[in-house]
């Protein structure tokens, strides 16, 4: 159970395996208002929490929840989802194509 939204965030981004520079560039923050959030120096508003519920793909109320979230994602893929939201629309299509040449060239090699 979470009693505070420091232990919160803290526990969110450690479970999803990522750093704070991580999760406050993804979530439109700097590192180091993250940093004072999750030491309790800094209270969120509702809107830095959203941002911050994007990146680990949970709802408010799924923060705010006594409730344990369960990812449904693994962390690679959260740390990519990560990663790529530094990039426009037309780089995550190209990003996409690459990863797409890749798992076919690595079905032809286990054939």
Do not use: W
Not at 43 to 64: A, H, M, Q, R
Not at 84 to 96: M, N
């Amino acid at each position: 159970m979470y009693y505070d939204t420091a232990s919160r965030l803290k526990h969110l981004r450690k479970k999803a395996n990522l750093s704070q520079e991580q999760v406050a560039l993804s979530a439109n923050i700097t590192p180091a208002f993250l940093g004072q959030l999750e030491r309790g120096e800094k209270k969120p508003t509702v809107v830095t929490i959203e941002k911050i519920c994007g990146v680990f793909n949970i709802s408010l109320s799924e923060f705010f929840s006594d409730q344990e979230y369960i990812c449904d994602t693994d962390a690679t893929i959260q740390k990519t989802t990560v990663l790529l939201r530094r990039f426009s629309d037309d780089e995550k299509k190209e990003i996409y194509k690459i990863i797409k040449a890749l798992v076919r060239f690595k079905k032809l090699n286990m054939k």
